[in-house]
C-alpha cells in the first residue's frame, strides 16, 4: 500500500480557504486518493476521492498533481467546526483496508 | 439517519470480562470493516466481510477477538478475557463496491474502558 506523509499541523483563519497537502510519491495506478476527516471523540467521516482528475462536492475540491505523486485538499472557506484531523489515504477496493497515518490536525481560528 | 450505527456508544468493563459490540452497516452495503483506533493514532484495521464471509483478519486480532456477520447484515465484534490494553475506540465501517474502488462510510464509534 502506498505510504503517504502529511504535515502534522496547521492553521487557517476562518472564512479563508484551508489548503491541505498530502504527498504519495509511491500510489500505484489503481489507487485512488482518499481524505477523511475525524472530529474529536467521533468517527472518521469521508470527504472525497479521486484517481486523476480533479474532484469537488459540497465539501471540498480535490486537486490532484499530474504525476499523481501529491494532492491537495482544498476546504474552500473554512469554519470553527471544520476544526479535525484529516487523513489522506492512497486506496483501491482490493487493497480492501484503509491504512491510516497520523494525519494533519487543522485548527481554524476566529 | 440511514448511516451506520454502533452500539454500544461507551463500554466501561473490569479486566477478564467479555464485551460483545454492535454494527449496523448502511442497509445495501455488502461490505463491513472493523477497526481500532487508541488516543493519538489513526485507525487500524482489524477484520472485514463480504457479504457473510470474513475475508481478511489483522495479526491484531488475537484469539481472544472474534467477528461475526451471520446473515450478512450486522456485525458484531467480541473481546474475551479483556485486558487494559484492549482500550480503545472500535469504530466499524461499510461500503458497496462498484467500479474501481469502494468508498467506506463510518459508524461514531465504540469507546472501551477496560478498567
Known amino acids: 500500500d502506498a505510504k503517504t506523509t502529511q504535515p502534522p499541523s496547521m492553521d487557517c483563519a476562518e472564512g479563508r480557504a484551508a489548503n491541505l497537502p498530502c504527498n504519495h510519491s509511491?500510489?500505484?495506478?489503481?489507487?485512488?486518493v482518499y481524505w477523511y476527516r475525524q472530529i474529536h471523540s467521533q468517527g472518521p467521516q469521508y470527504i472525497i476521492h479521486?484517481?486523476?482528475?480533479?474532484e469537488t462536492n459540497e465539501m471540498a475540491s480535490l486537486i490532484i498533481t499530474e504525476d499523481r505523486k501529491s494532492s491537495t485538499l482544498i476546504l474552500p472557506h473554512a469554519t470553527l467546526r471544520d476544526t479535525a484531523v484529516y487523513y489522506c489515504?492512497?486506496?483501491?477496493?482490493?487493497?480492501?483496508?484503509?491504512?491510516w497515518g497520523l494525519g494533519t490536525s487543522l485548527a481554524v481560528n476566529p | 439517519d440511514t448511516g451506520v450505527s454502533q452500539d454500544p456508544r461507551h463500554k466501561i468493563t473490569k479486566r477478564g470480562q467479555n464485551v460483545t459490540f454492535r454494527c449496523d452497516p448502511i442497509?445495501?452495503?455488502?461490505?463491513l470493516y472493523w477497526y481500532r483506533q487508541t488516543l493519538g493514532q489513526g485507525p487500524e484495521f482489524l477484520t472485514y466481510?463480504?457479504?457473510?464471509?470474513?475475508?481478511?483478519k489483522s495479526r491484531l486480532l488475537s484469539d481472544r477477538f472474534s467477528a461475526e456477520r451471520p446473515k450478512g447484515s450486522f456485525s458484531t465484534l467480541e473481546i474475551q478475557r479483556t485486558e487494559q490494553g484492549d482500550s480503545a475506540m472500535y469504530l466499524c465501517?461499510?461500503?458497496?463496491?462498484?467500479?474501481?474502488?469502494?468508498?467506506?462510510?463510518f459508524g461514531p464509534g465504540t469507546r472501551l474502558t477496560v478498567l
Open positions: 465501517a461499510s461500503s458497496l463496491i462498484a467500479g474501481g474502488t469502494d468508498t467506506q462510510y
Open positions: 442497509s445495501e452495503h455488502n461490505r
Open positions: 466481510f463480504q457479504n457473510e464471509a470474513q475475508l481478511e
Open positions: 509511491t500510489i500505484s495506478g489503481n489507487e485512488y
Open positions: 479521486g484517481l486523476k482528475n480533479n
Open positions: 489515504i492512497a486506496y483501491a477496493g482490493n487493497n480492501r483496508k484503509l491504512i
